[in-house]
């Protein structure tokens, strides 16, 4: 079946800079890649997705990539705030295949 | 329009007790996956419904079963209760099926304790 392996499990950021989260898939068939975004004691919600025939995506500061070839793809973040602060999942769809999450803190 | 609802928001049970869970979709929506969320394993697939139809299963005992009404609600059924079966449990709807670039919606999910 299809394995997630998303990297790193926690990432602290100062405030400003950049964050990148990374994940790796098995199944050469997943054709949709989201990332969700949950904050403490709240439901995930979707921030971005991109499509296996796209190579690239971005929206305002969120960005992801995606390489076919590698089966990785990753995701962006600029100019970090503090209300950035979550735990991202992302995930491989053919399987419905979600990585086991990254803590993601802004250091103001 | 109203987002996903799920009932009850807590529950507490003892090993070897037998629990139904609730989801309400959003209105219009037609699959309902349901996943199971425990610290440090993220999120896991259980399975998902469409028009009624189990369509994708994650790597779950038999033990968890769900079906889906004629109005999309969906039930998440857990039998022989286990302590490890302790996790917030969520469902999600979206308009289409979930693998077909379809948005998922999350619930605030159920916290269930296994005592």
């Known amino acids: 079946g299809e394995n997630v392996e998303q990297h790193p499990s926690t990432l602290s950021v100062q405030e400003g800079d950049s964050a990148v989260i990374k994940c790796t898939y098995s199944d050469s068939a997943s054709n949709y890649f989201p990332w969700y975004k949950q904050e403490l004691g709240k439901r995930p919600q979707l921030i971005i997705d991109i499509r296996s025939n796209v190579g690239e995506k971005k929206d305002q500061r969120i960005a992801v990539t995606l390489n076919k070839t590698a089966k990785h793809f990753s995701l962006h973040i600029t100019e970090t705030q503090p209300e950035d602060s979550a735990v991202y999942f992302c995930a491989a769809h053919e399987k419905l295949t979600f990585g086991t999450g990254t803590r993601l803190t802004i250091i103001p | 329009k109203a987002g996903v609802t799920q009932t009850p928001r807590y529950l507490i049970k003892t090993r070897g007790q037998q629990v139904t869970l609730s989801c309400s979709p959003i209105s219009g929506h037609r699959s309902v996956s349901w996943y199971q969320q425990t610290p440090g394993q993220g999120l896991q697939f259980l399975f998902e419904?469409?028009?009624?139809?189990?369509?994708n299963k994650g790597n779950f005992p038999g033990r968890f079963s769900g079906r889906q009404f004629s109005n999309s609600r969906s039930e998440m059924n857990v039998s022989t209760l286990e302590l490890g079966d302790s996790a917030l449990y969520l469902c999600?709807?979206?308009?289409?099926?979930?693998?077909?670039?379809?948005?998922?919606?999350f619930g605030p999910g159920t916290r269930l304790t296994v005592l």
């Open positions: 419904y469409f028009s009624e139809t189990q369509r």
């Open positions: 999600a709807s979206s308009l289409g099926l979930a693998g077909g670039y379809n948005e998922q919606f």
